[in-house]
Nanobody, 128 residues
Framework: VQLQASGGGSVQAGNSLRLSCDASGLTFEDYAIGWFRQAPGKEREGISC????????YYSPMATSRFTIVRDNARKMVHLDMKNLRPEDTAVYRC??????????????????????WGQGTLVTVSS
């Protein structure tokens, strides 16, 4: 199983980026996929996730207005569209997968705590 995160880079504040999580080696349709980030000296935090059932989307409060998660089962990919980036968005972003065919309200924290697979990180640097 491999989760490949890509799309990070260095941008100026106010710009946008699309991160992609490319999954292989798993029955993608049965997995909830989440995006997480970790800034230097800070704990890992959940950003957004999408369920396996009906592609229900979840957002943390910080992501609600600027980030959009998109699931593409045909390509086994999940994208995170980020707009109006801020310097405080600077972090290593990772995707994770949890086998779960349900839509619990706490899905984002479930993935964070119990993910079956984690991808490597992609660095996002936002300068002011």
């Amino acid at each position: 199983v491999q989760l490949q995160a890509s799309g990070g880079g260095s941008v100026q504040a106010g710009n946008s980026l699309r991160l992609s999580c490319d999954a292989s080696g798993l029955t993608f349709e049965d997995y909830a996929i989440g995006w997480f980030r970790q800034a230097p000296g800070k704990e890992r935090e959940g950003i957004s996730c999408v369920s396996s059932v009906g592609s229900r989307t979840y957002y943390s409060p910080m992501a609600t207005s600027r980030f959009t998660i998109v699931r593409d089962n045909a390509r086994k990919m999940v994208h995170l569209d980020m707009k109006n980036l801020r310097p405080e968005d600077t972090a290593v972003y990772r995707c994770a997968a949890l086998w779960l065919t349900a839509n619990p309200d706490n899905l984002l924290s479930l993935i964070l705590q119990h993910a079956d697979f984690w991808g490597q990180g992609t660095l996002v640097t936002v300068s002011s």
